[in-house]
């Protein structure tokens, strides 16, 4: 699904820089951040750990711990409302009732001293007129949605007594409760088993299908995003590199960072090693002032890919790039 217009958009994320903040300044960590999520649509953010992915997320929700990390620049307006110019008040409002999120590691996420139906009463009472009982039923009901067996029994269930597919699968129940406009969904299968992982993946297409949510799905597997995803966007070092749809990803990428990406995927039937990325990503704080991938780029070019940072830029079909040579380049691509 390719970017929509103004009126079609869920929310649409505008130069947005997120940096360290100590006693030495400010060190970027995202930097310049632009996305768009249409209604709807399925839009997964991908790329290497530490490249950004979560704390954009964060950045979005607003659940940045702000005496180490703040935003500094830029805009998140959810169907035109600015949420950075919010009161904290405001936000408490829009988060489970607008804009639900599944958050990476359940364990660590749910609180292991209450139970998962207290958790989910919990976001149902703070965000709809329900009373204890009605919210009760509707805990039952979200826990069968999601697809916990025998809910009933299940409700009163610490976390360390259900597995981390029932773990993970109460986190989106919590997400879904007031039925919200937009999911985030953080890393969803990370520690998940291959079959969990595919139990999960479906649930959450079936939720935004019938829910009507958009949804943003971060993850560093490839394969979460061929498997569900209408459009991507690939992170490299705090900045998108790339953005198309999964189709065009997969067949055409326009980023060698990209490319290196589906080089090293498995891949049935097809002999020959994976093609790793040769070297590490730059540390914030340290990235290069040229394109931030040159140095373990095979194409880059000197002086013109070292000096000056290229932009994020258009390159047809309603996908953009930020490498200058995506035009002459003809990278591999893998097929989705």
């Given at each position: 699904?390719a970017?929509?217009?103004a009126?079609?958009?869920?929310?649409?994320?505008e130069?947005?820089?997120v940096?360290f903040?100590?006693r030495?300044?400010?060190v970027?960590?995202?930097t310049?951040?632009?996305l768009?999520?249409?209604?709807?649509?399925?839009l997964?953010?991908?790329g290497?750990?530490g490249?950004?992915?979560s704390l954009?997320?964060?950045?979005i929700m607003?659940?940045?711990?702000?005496?180490?990390?703040?935003?500094?620049?830029g805009?998140?307006?959810?169907?035109?409302?600015?949420?950075?110019?919010?009161s904290?008040?405001e936000?408490r409002?829009v988060?489970g009732?607008?804009i639900?999120?599944?958050?990476?590691?359940?364990?660590?996420s749910?609180?292991p001293?209450?139970t998962?139906?207290?958790?989910i009463?919990?976001?149902l009472?703070?965000?709809?007129?329900?009373g204890?009982?009605?919210?009760?039923q509707?805990?039952?009901?979200l826990?069968?949605?999601?697809?916990?067996?025998?809910?009933?029994?299940?409700?009163?269930?610490?976390?360390?007594?259900?597995?981390g597919?029932?773990?993970?699968?109460v986190?989106i129940?919590?997400?879904?409760?007031c039925?919200?406009?937009i999911?985030?969904a953080d890393?969803?299968?990370?520690?998940?088993?291959?079959t969990?992982?595919a139990q999960?993946?479906?649930?959450?297409?079936?939720?935004?299908?019938?829910?009507?949510?958009s949804?943003?799905i971060?993850?560093?597997?490839?394969?979460?995003?061929?498997e569900?995803c209408?459009?991507?966007?690939?992170?490299?070092?705090?900045?998108?590199?790339?953005q198309?749809?999964?189709?065009?990803?997969?067949y055409?990428?326009?980023?060698?960072?990209?490319?290196?990406l589906?080089?090293?995927?498995?891949r049935?039937?097809?002999?020959?090693q994976m093609?790793?990325?040769?070297?590490?990503?730059?540390?914030?704080g340290s990235?290069p002032?040229?394109?931030r991938?040159?140095?373990?780029?095979p194409?880059?070019?000197?002086?013109?890919?070292?000096?000056s940072?290229?932009?994020?830029?258009?390159?047809?079909?309603?996908?953009?790039?930020?490498c200058v040579r995506?035009?002459?380049?003809s990278l591999t691509?893998?097929?989705a």
């Amino acid at each position: 699904m390719a970017p929509g217009s103004a009126t079609t958009l869920a929310l649409e994320v505008e130069a947005l820089t997120v940096a360290f903040v100590g006693r030495r300044g400010q060190v970027p960590i995202v930097t310049g951040t632009d996305l768009t999520l249409a209604r709807r649509e399925i839009l997964g953010v991908v790329g290497e750990s530490g490249s950004g992915k979560s704390l954009t997320s964060l950045a979005i929700m607003r659940l940045l711990d702000t005496s180490s990390v703040r935003i500094v620049e830029g805009s998140v307006r959810l169907f035109g409302r600015d949420l950075l110019t919010l009161s904290e008040r405001e936000m408490r409002s829009v988060r489970g009732r607008d804009i639900g999120m599944i958050f990476q590691d359940p364990m660590t996420s749910l609180d292991p001293a209450f139970t998962v139906g207290y958790q989910i009463l919990s976001v149902l009472r703070r965000h709809t007129d329900l009373g204890r009982s009605a919210a009760r039923q509707r805990a039952l009901e979200l826990l069968a949605l999601v697809g916990i067996g025998d809910p009933r029994r299940r409700i009163d269930s610490y976390p360390h007594q259900l597995s981390g597919g029932m773990r993970q699968r109460v986190m989106i129940a919590m997400a879904i409760a007031c039925e919200p406009k937009i999911l985030i969904a953080d890393e969803p299968t990370t520690a998940l088993d291959a079959t969990t992982q595919a139990q999960i993946l479906e649930l959450i297409r079936q939720l935004a299908d019938e829910l009507h949510m958009s949804t943003i799905i971060t993850t560093h597997d490839l394969g979460v995003v061929a498997e569900v995803c209408d459009r991507v966007a690939v992170m490299y070092a705090g900045q998108i590199v790339e953005q198309a749809s999964t189709q065009q990803l997969f067949y055409h990428p326009k980023h060698p960072y990209t490319e290196r990406l589906l080089l090293g995927l498995p891949r049935i039937g097809v002999a020959g090693q994976m093609v790793g990325i040769p070297g590490q990503p730059p540390r914030a704080g340290s990235f290069p002032p040229g394109c931030r991938f040159a140095p373990r780029c095979p194409y880059a070019l000197v002086p013109r890919c070292v000096e000056s940072l290229p932009p994020l830029r258009d390159v047809g079909e309603s996908r953009s790039a930020r490498c200058v040579r995506s035009d002459e380049l003809s990278l591999t691509g893998i097929g989705a």
